[in-house]
């Protein structure tokens, strides 16, 4: 407190100066920051004196002491609006400050700018995005007659500026139209659920879906109710937008910089930062020209300053809050806001510019003093004058709200944290307008999944296939069926959460067994592909069919490129329901097998001797993975076509599991394997398993089934020096293929499709090796540290053990994506990349240099595990239809070069030393012809002689040869001509 400021207006003790030094003592405080102050003094008003250089309260005049002296309360309010106007523009200054360094940090390249800048850029995709689909929602669009209606504007602008940004682009229009459709259909089923009780009209279909009962005739259940449920649904849907608008406006106040940037959010990261540089650059001279304002303002103007709740709230703690400083600010506060507004623009502190930056940069070392700062404040606004309005909101001393309305809205909190990365792209206001329907598929929380509900009830209320169907001919069949989706990634993610939780009752998993047989004697991808889905649309709407009889029967479903997968719920279904179910669904099983046989039997390509009503298999089990299981050994158990129930398969299981213990008790120090170190220890136990690099060996084996184990043992001691026999090679396979068998099957909510089509500039691909062969070796380790062996216990510890090896290449593929990262960032160049599976790409955003291809080789062979990813380049000039092939046939030449090198004694090079190498492929730019380079980086302090290097480039020619014949076999045509090239050596 200034008390010598104080002492200069102390008066004498007189009564004339009663009226003009009363305080009104205040029980209540609108002000957060004095909400805490209590008062023991009864009294309406009270005096405040100047006692030995220290301020105290006094209830009357006349009971100051004769040493003390009254504080006239205009002086008191004179020294707060004048600290208050300091602070102020002290905040401005410093957030003018904050700004300049943001902004020079756009174009730096110290670490902590380079963080900076991915926020930024992680900021502007995730939120630009969001808030176009808001401002397109939250005002309802314009009707034209004789236009179908919509839910949402195709132009956007942010209404204070009066300015358009860029329009909807197709796919932003799509996504926004299936957010508001799914909002729609949510009030539909919310007003269906909360009149079915007492509306006769109203059927159940679902647990989450209703309709009018259908009826013909003039007056309809739908006719007599329609407009009472599109009255109500308006209504939720003018709530609903109601709360975007908040919305809107709260996002704006997180981050002011987004209100001026005119972005989709997909641009590259050069023309994001060029936007963010010139937006930056207009709030520093914005916020300049406000401190100018503030500075030159009148000191009978400064009592607007106390209208601004935030300001003087943050204030008030900063000063420290009392009694009669809470007091005076509060009675400001009352007559302040019962005045006209003097003055065009009534400054405010500019914290929110320091939050809006600390939304960019929190998390990385903010470089915005957070402090007194993060107390966020607004602007009261002159109700004439436009070009201080912009002026305000520009500098960051207002919100949208306020800038867009023109007047202060005292209880608008601003909050600064940092903006979210997930959530809907619009809809999250939707749980304030009203209750979810049930509960999530993981059950656990409030199911807001409305596009997901949506989806899936529209889903079972779908009829897929018309038994009237007749095939023309194959090409039809194959336009008709090939691309057919049955699910999305939606429904896929709804299931694999349910099926992740066991949130369900029953679990049935269909999958076409026959697949990989039928793309090898039919000899055409694309008519297996069409004749799997076209199965998948028959027991679709089959099994739609039958749960019209059990509306409170719920389901999620899944499917991929072999399977389709159900869940039904709830998990608390009685035994008698669930053997009523499964028992309806194993006749409909079989019902949709003859359908799908009938239909297809005399197509073109389908051999006659084809046993169609067999391609499939079923089954069924209390958790997905019983089910999976059961699916995977119907065949062995029952070849009736019928469901297999897991309570049948079990045995199976157990018997598997006791092959794969009593094999694992020969692994041990004496075992031909250990003798070559092909086996490793488990954890402190005295188990073993063989090494990684056996499983991968194994996984490669081909040929006729029984000759697998001779194969396998001659590989081995090919490449390792072992010395296994025949009869050791075929209990190693037989142990093998029982791990192989207790595999779970992949759940993929979606195929990313990593290709380089649009790899105009050439690009790079990664394809990780070990993928399945890390699998089968999880299996043997879930099986050892599993102490109860039952079937189901198994079943757990291997998705668990899943999960484990799918966390390892999640972290395989990060570093990928980390070292391609850093070494084009270092060059500076823009590039985008993917992985699906174990299959990643890179693309740049101009053609790669031979330093920068030998820079990413050497990055990678520098790492733990240089063998791990099999990488390939394409040069530019390559046709768009075979890039990824090209890049394909490159890794091909590496997989069969290792196969050849690998080995013990001359003309062949240890594992041990070549999975040291990192070996790449340079492509040319003609795919079947050309010559193949190779750059090999080498892990650090490794050496090669002369005649390991030229066993390298004599492996290299025996590799093109073999591919080339390869492809020629594939392709029954004489085309491929690669030609060897040369070695770089890094």
Known sequence: ???????????????????????????????????????????????????????NYFDNLTSLSKTASAIERSIYEDNILSELKEYTISELKRNKSYLEKLRECLHNSRPECLKIRET??????????????????????????????????????????????????????????????????????????????????????????YRFIPSKGRYTCESFHQNKLTKAVKNKMSKYRDQLKSEYHEKL???????????????????????????????????????????????????????????????????????????????????EDFNEIKTDLALAGAALIGGGICAFTAGVGCIIGVGIASETIGISIAQNRYEDAALAFNSGLTTARQYEDRKFERDFTLLLAPLSVTGELVGSGVKVATKAIRYTPSGTGIDYDLNGIRKRDLYRQSVFNDPSYKITSKTDFITKYENYVLTGVELNGRWIKNASATNASLYLDIENSALKRL??????????????????????????????????????VYSDFKSMRFAFAPKELSSDIKAQLTKELNSV????????????????????????RGWFQAGIGETADEAGQAAKRSRSIDRSGQIANFQKVKFTIEEEVKNITKYNTKLNTNHPLSRVGLIEKVGQSQNYIPTLEVFEVARKITGPLNGHGETLANELNRRFGSKLSIQDGQDLMNYIRNLDSLTPGLWLKQRVNANLNTANFGGMSGDI??????????????????????????IKATRAGEQQVTATFDQIKTKFNQIVKDVLDERQIEYFDACSGDDCVMIPSKQLTAKDEIALVSRFSAQENPSQYRLSFIPSGVKQSE?????????????????????????????????????????????????????IGVKERLEFTRQEQLLIQKALNDSVEKVNKDLDRETQKNTSNYSAGALAWI
């Open 253 to 335: 106040a997180k981050n002011p910089i987004l209100a001026h940037i005119d972005l989709r959010g997909n641009e590259d990261n050069k023309e994001i930062l060029n936007e963010v540089t010139k937006v930056i650059s207009k709030l520093s001279e914005q916020t300049k020209q406000s401190i100018d304002k503030l500075t030159q303002q009148d000191k009978e103007d400064d009592v607007t300053l106390i209208r601004n709740d935030n300001i003087l709230n943050s204030f008030i703690k900063n000063r420290g809050a009392t009694k009669v400083l809470c007091d005076i600010s509060q009675d400001l506060k009352d007559q």
């Open 883 to 935: 890039r990824t092939n090209l890049a394909v046939h490159g890794e091909l030449v590496e997989k069969h070069l290792r196969k050849i090198l690998t080995g013990i004694g001359d003309g062949k090079i240890p594992h041990s030393k070549l999975k040291n190498l990192t070996i790449a492929t340079k492509m040319p730019s003609q795919i079947n012809k050309g010559k193949i380079d190779l750059i």
């Open 1 to 55: 407190m200034r008390l010598l400021l104080l002492f200069t207006g102390i008066i004498s003790i007189n009564t004339s100066v009663q009226s003009s030094s009363s305080i009104e003592s205040h029980q209540e405080y609108e002000i957060a920051a004095c909400q805490r102050i209590t008062s023991n003094n009864h009294n309406d008003e009270y005096y405040i004196g100047c006692e030995n250089g220290r301020i």
């Open 769 to 794: 090796t070990g993928m399945g062969a890390r699998n089968i070796r999880q299996v043997a380790l879930d099986i050892l540290r599993t102490e109860n062996q039952s079937p189901r216990d198994i």
């Open 589 to 612: 099983y079989q019902e949709a097998n003859s359908e799908f046989a009938n239909m297809v039997k005399t197509m073109e390509g389908i051999p006659a001797n084809e046993n169609i």
């Open 120 to 209: 930024i850029l992680k900021t502007i995709r995730t939120e630009i995005p969001k808030l176009r689909a808001t401002m397109s929602m939250m005002v309802p669009p314009p009707n034209y007659q004789g236009m179908m209606p919509t839910l949402y504007n195709a132009s956007i602008k942010h209404k204070f500026q009066n300015k358009d940004l860029k329009s909807l682009t197709k796919d932003e229009k799509l996504k926004i139209e299936e957010e508001a459709n799914a909002i729609k259909y949510h009030f539909t089923q919310s007003w269906f659920k909360e009149n079915a009780d007492k509306n006769k009209c109203i059927e159940q279909i679902s647990p989450t879906s």
């Open 519 to 556: 793309n090898d004697t039919i000899g055409d991808k694309s008519l297996v592909t069409a004749l799997t889905n076209a199965h998948k649309t028959i027991v679709a709407t089959k099994i739609n069919e039958l749960l019209k009889k059990y509306p409170n029967i719920d389901i999620e």
